[in-house]
Every structure is written in C-alpha cells, then in structure tokens.
C-alpha cells in the first residue's frame, strides 16, 4: 500500500478481501477477471493480513500467518478448529446464523475459536454479533453505504464509519 497511508494512519490495518490461496485457479479466473491477484502478488503491496470468502490450505496459513493476518472463512466448526490450530487468527463467518458463532465460543470450546462475522453487518445487528462471542464484525461499503448517492463525499463515509465504530464500542463494553 503507499508509503502515504502508512505515514498518515500508522494504526491502519489493511486486510485484502475476498482472497483465494489457489495460484493455479486465480489465473484461470483471471481470464474473465483481470484484477484478480494471487497471494504471493497481493503480499507484495505491504498488506497487512488477507480474508478470504473460502477456506485456506493448512500450507497455505502455514506459509503467510507468520508475516500478516489470516481470515478464512470456516462453515462448520471443525473447519474453524482446523484453520486456528494451523495458525489462522480469526476464522470468517460470513453468515447471519450466530449460532455457529455461540458454538466456536462455547464453553466447552473455551472461548479458544476467535471468529470474524461479515454480512449484514448493520447497527442494529452489531450488538447482537458482539454479545454471540464475534471478535471483529466487518461490513462492506456496499451494505454501510446502501442508502447514499454514488458520489458520497469522505466526510459521510467517515461519519457512517464512526458510527459502527461506536456501535462496536458499546456493544463491547456491555459483554
């Protein structure tokens, strides 16, 4: 990422979204994608961590979890166990269902499954994800943003994003 973001916000942690760890399959799809990079090219930009839409190779975490972040998306919970166990620090959930949430983080389980939610990530449904066990919840622009003119200016983003900010906030504090 430029020198620019990394000198005006040190505190930024940039995750690269929908990543696949397949070298091989990236270039297939790269065919009718053309902005499709593969992980080796995308770690390449002084990113800070990757989230993927699938689950990863235990290699694959292996490989990039010493150096940036890792988020596969886990469908059951042993995927997740599996993904944390080779090294993952958060396992994606990017289902509504936060019943698969409240198993990762069951007692039995000993809170030991850190688990990132996507999708349909509002204000409203923060808190609700936050007291289920989630430990981050992310939310595209798409869905934060839904309601805005395509030309929304940076002081309306800033502000939705304040929002969900403290939403994230005061949800924690009450857990």
């Known amino acids: 990422m430029s020198?620019?973001?990394r000198k005006n916000f040190p505190d930024l942690h940039i995750l690269v979204g929908s990543t696949l760890d397949d070298a091989r399959i990236v270039r297939q799809m790269q065919r009718r994608h053309p902005q499709l990079m593969t992980l080796a090219e995308v770690a390449q930009l002084d990113v800070d961590g990757f989230v993927s839409m699938l689950g990863w190779r235990e290699e694959s975490i292996r490989?990039?979890?010493p150096t940036h972040i890792?988020?596969?998306t886990a469908m059951t919970v042993t995927q997740a166990l599996w993904q944390i166990s080779a090294g993952a620090h958060f396992t994606k959930h990017p289902d509504s269902d936060l019943q698969f949430v409240r198993r990762?983080?069951?007692a039995p389980m000993f809170d030991f499954c850190p688990?990132?939610?996507t999708g349909g990530m509002?204000?409203?449904r923060i808190p609700e994800t936050i007291r289920a066990g989630a430990v981050i919840v992310g939310a595209g622009f798409d869905l934060t943003l839904k309601e805005q003119p395509e030309?929304?200016?940076?002081e309306t983003v800033a502000t939705v994003l304040r929002t969900h900010l403290e939403v994230v906030r005061e949800a924690r504090a009450e857990t």
């Open 3 to 5: 020198p620019w973001n």
């Open 115 to 117: 688990v990132f939610v």
């Open 122 to 124: 509002t204000p409203a």
């Open 70 to 72: 890792i988020a596969p």
């Open 104 to 106: 990762c983080r069951a």
């Open 151 to 154: 030309t929304v200016g940076a």
């Open 63 to 65: 490989q990039y979890a």
